[in-house]
């Protein structure tokens, strides 16, 4: 077995793993009973996770005439949820962290289902009779397993070990954000003979798509007159996705298997934070209105 396959094979795996643990060991059963709480400033995020971001992509793709691996692996990008990083991100610029955690929660329930859709309509749509199998019924349980079973053991622990949870939560953030460099630096040197051209290529687009998801996020709930705190949440959650499991599922053998479709994911891995941190600021220097919550 190569070097570059232990990586895909093993490391990968157990490094999204332990990202998902430490997501599970910050939730609670009230993350998922606090939908009722808000359950309007939920389904707009989730409505603009789940419907609008696709059809944002997909327009990007078809403006920038992008390679059909590349087309694929941005709109894999699109079907994954929001990452873990939005939830530092929505603190920093005031927003409703709680529904952060339960969007994140809720997302990553639903893309078990919604991100094996998206990326069998896209290889059928962009790569027919290529031969390519996508994520079919078997491969679908193998996403399940590597979102939600980790996800669950972390709920589990936190529940029956609180203090242990809590001491461990720390760690395992610094954790996840190496790990998600280090996803990131094996999709980069996978491709590294071609790195220059596809980030030329794709780095514009996946910018783009960060800017477009930030704003899509924070507008929406806001025309909607969800309160602001709400609409700050729901765009971290809805603009940054969770590029470690998109570049997971294109690396790993027994799913995508396809090194090309992993750079978008990572391309975008590293320029998200621009807009998003810029973002964030902007509207940590705003004043608040006083408002009272929307739910």
């Known amino acids: 077995m190569t070097s570059s396959s232990v990586v895909t094979t093993v490391f990968l795996p157990i490094a999204l793993g332990v990202i998902m643990l430490g997501l599970g060991m910050s939730l ?3 993350d998922f009973k606090r939908v009722a709480a808000v359950p309007k400033a939920t389904a707009v995020a989730l409505a603009c996770q789940v419907l609008l971001l696709p059809a944002i992509c997909l327009g990007l793709i078809l403006l920038f005439d992008l390679a ?8 894999l990008l699109a079907a994954s949820p929001g990452g873990t990083t939005a939830n530092l991100f929505s603190h920093l610029a005031g927003g409703d962290v709680a529904l952060n955690i339960t969007l994140t929660a ?15 309509l896209s290889l059928t749509g962009f790569m027919p009779g290529s031969g390519e199998l996508g994520l079919q019924f078997d491969k679908m349980l193998q996403v399940f397993a590597i979102v939600l079973v980790p996800v669950a053991i972390g709920m589990l622990v936190r529940r029956r070990f609180t203090a242990f949870a809590d001491r461990t939560l720390k760690p395992l953030k610094v954790a996840a954000i190496v790990f998600m460099a280090a996803t990131i630096a094996v999709a980069v040197f996978q491709e590294r003979a071609n790195i220059g051209s596809y980030a030329q290529s794709v780095g514009t687009i996946a910018l783009l798509f960060c800017v477009i998801s930030l704003a899509v996020g924070y507008a929406v709930p806001r025309l909607l007159k969800v309160g602001r705190r709400q609409s700050i949440a729901s765009s971290m959650e809805v603009g940054i996705h969770n590029s470690t499991l998109a570049i997971t599922i294109a690396l790993s053998p027994a799913l995508l298997n396809n090194p090309q479709m992993a750079v978008p994911a990572a391309v975008y891995g590293v320029v998200m934070f621009i807009p998003a941190g810029i973002f964030a600021f902007w509207l940590s220097r705003r004043t608040a209105p006083r408002e009272s919550p929307v739910g």
Request: no cysteine.
């Open 28 to 30: 609670t059963v009230q």
């Open 68 to 75: 059909p691996t590349l087309a694929v692996g941005m709109m």
């Open 106 to 120: 809720i997302n990553a329930v639903i893309a078990v289902v919604t991100l094996p859709i998206v990326v069998n």
